[in-house]
Antibody
C-alpha cells in the first residue's frame, strides 16, 4: 500500500526558507501514471495546491506562489521536496504531500500523507 | 477566495440526505475538467471520496455520490451517519490558471 511521509522543520523564522521532503514507499515514484504534489492548509482554512512534479522532472506551480517555490524529485531516494522562500506568517500551515493522476481531466489526488505543521514565527 | 465555491456549512439529522454544491466557471468545471471530492476528518489528511465526477474508490460506501452539470457539481450523502461529520472539499483543474484548484470546503454537521 502506498505511503507518503512528510518531514520538515516545524518552525521557520520570517524571511527564511522552508524545505520539506516527502518520502514515498509501497509504490514507485517513477510511475508513468502519476504526478507528485504539495498541498497546504492554513489553520482553520481550506486546501491550497502549491506545486506538482513528474518523476522525469516536469514541474507545475501555483501562479500565486511561483516566484517563491521550487519542487524537485530524487528518484534514487524515492522522495520529492519543496522549497518555499521568503516565508511570512501567512505561510503557516499544515503541508501535505500527495499523489495525483497524470490525466488532469479525470483523476484526483488519490493518496495523501498525514501532513506536517509548519509555523512561521520569530 | 477559492476558485471553486462551496457553502461553508451544511447539516442534517441521522438518516437524512444532504447535498454539497461546488460552483466553478468556464475555465475549470465548465471546460470539461472533472470534479473530485475529498473528506477530511478532524486532525487527519484528506481522503479521496469521489473521483471523475461520480466514481467511488474502493471502500467508499454507496451512500456517497457525485454529479456534475455545466459549471457546477454536487456531492450527495444519503443515510447520514455520525461518522460522516467532517469537512468536504471539491477539486478540479483550471485551464486558465494552469493548475489544480480546490473549493473552500464545507463543514458537515450531523445533528
Amino acid at each position: 500500500q502506498l505511503q507518503l511521509q512528510e518531514s520538515g522543520p516545524g518552525l521557520v523564522k520570517p524571511s527564511e526558507s522552508l524545505s520539506l521532503t516527502c518520502a514515498v514507499s509501497g509504490g514507485s515514484i517513477s510511475s508513468n501514471d502519476y504526478y507528485w504534489g504539495w498541498v497546504r492548509q492554513p489553520p482553520g482554512k481550506g486546501l491550497e495546491w502549491i506545486a506538482t512534479i513528474y518523476y522525469r522532472g516536469a514541474t507545475y506551480y501555483n501562479p500565486s506562489l511561483k516566484s517563491r517555490i521550487a519542487i524537485s524529485v530524487d528518484t534514487s531516494k524515492s522522495q520529492f521536496s519543496l522549497k518555499l522562500n521568503s516565508v511570512t506568517a501567512a505561510d503557516t500551515a499544515v503541508y501535505f504531500c500527495a499523489r495525483h493522476g497524470v490525466d488532469i481531466v479525470t483523476q484526483g489526488f488519490d493518496s495523501w500523507g498525514q501532513g506536517t505543521l509548519v509555523t512561521v514565527s520569530s | 477566495q477559492s476558485v471553486l465555491t462551496q457553502p461553508p456549512s451544511v447539516s442534517g439529522a441521522p438518516g437524512q440526505r444532504v447535498t454539497i454544491s461546488c460552483t466553478g466557471s468556464s475555465s475549470n468545471i465548465g471546460a470539461g475538467y472533472n470534479v473530485h471530492w475529498y473528506q477530511q476528518l478532524p486532525g487527519t489528511g484528506p481522503k479521496l471520496l469521489i473521483y471523475g465526477n461520480n466514481n467511488r474508490p474502493s471502500g467508499v460506501p454507496d451512500r456517497f455520490s457525485g454529479s456534475k452539470s455545466g459549471t457546477s457539481a454536487s456531492l450527495a450523502i444519503t443515510g447520514l451517519q455520525g461518522e460522516d461529520e467532517a469537512d468536504y472539499y471539491c477539486q478540479s483543474y483550471d485551464g486558465r490558471l494552469g493548475g489544480w484548484v480546490f473549493g473552500g470546503g464545507t463543514k458537515l454537521t450531523v445533528l
